[in-house]
């Protein structure tokens, strides 16, 4: 989980990523749109230039991993190590028998 708190929700980004798009034309590029837009929002030109990235992946127009599959991926390899983790566990506890029993064997308690 990130350490750091999100300062904007969702739909501000959004609505600056739209922002951008929409007054793209008005501007003589794209960053200096971005960078007009940012300052209002009172956020990093860098950042809000990430946000349109990851809103053009998310929507297609860019290749990348969309949010959708990475928060899925993340969930399918959190899952995964837990797998080998109960697995390790229950190796542990097999072999801790096995002994336990080996133990008893040579005692003759069994």
């Not at 008005?26 to 929002?41: D, E, L, M, Y």
């Amino acid at each position: 989980m990130s350490k750091t708190t999100n300062k904007f929700s969702p739909e501000v980004r959004e609505r600056a990523v739209r922002l951008v798009l929409d007054n793209e034309g008005q501007h003589g590029s794209r960053f200096q749109a971005i960078v007009s837009i940012a300052a209002k929002i009172d956020c990093s030109a860098n950042t809000l230039n990430d946000w349109g990235k990851k809103a053009e992946v998310d929507s297609g127009w860019r290749a990348g991993v969309s949010t959708d599959m990475a928060a899925k991926l993340k969930a399918l390899e959190r899952e995964n190590r837990e797998l080998r983790q109960a697995n390790v566990d229950l190796s542990r506890f097999r072999s801790g028998r096995v002994l336990m029993l080996g133990w008893m064997l040579s005692l003759g308690v069994v």
